[in-house]
Every structure is written in structure tokens, then in C-alpha cells.
């Protein structure tokens, strides 16, 4: 079931990334959404659903962090 979640939110990515509101599903199904907003609310869940299966099943993700660090001379 997990495996299905990440190919889901993966065509999902896909599709808002190119901009068309027309997802094939991994199992064949075509999923028309009405707009953006909606498409991202579908992302939001799939997440959710995603990290409570992960939490269920004791996959502790880790939080990454970025330092950037920037210097000018003083000359």
C-alpha cells in the first residue's frame, strides 16, 4: 500500500509540475481535477496518509537541515 501512496503522489507531482490538471493513476485510473487548489489539498492528504503508515510502521524520518554560510572580505 505504501509503494501505491508513493507512486500516487509521485504522478501527482508530476502533473502539477507540468501544469496539467489530468493525473494517470498507477492503477490505470484518470483522475481530472477542477484546479491547482484542489490538486494541492490531494497532495496534503496523500502526505498525511503516507507519514501515518510510515508511523505505523516505525520509519522514523529525519529532518534535514541546510547551513549556509556566506563571507565578503574586508578589503
Do not use: N
Amino acid at each position: 500500500m505504501a509503494a501505491t501512496i508513493e507512486k500516487q503522489i509521485a504522478a501527482l507531482e508530476a502533473a502539477m509540475g507540468s501544469g496539467a490538471l489530468r493525473v494517470e493513476a498507477p492503477d490505470a485510473a484518470t483522475i481530472t481535477y477542477r484546479s491547482y487548489d484542489e490538486m494541492r489539498r490531494a497532495l496534503a492528504d496523500l502526505q498525511r496518509r503516507k507519514a501515518a503508515q510510515d508511523a505505523g510502521a516505525g520509519v522514523v524520518r529525519r529532518r534535514t537541515r541546510q547551513i549556509v554560510t556566506t563571507s565578503r572580505s574586508g578589503w
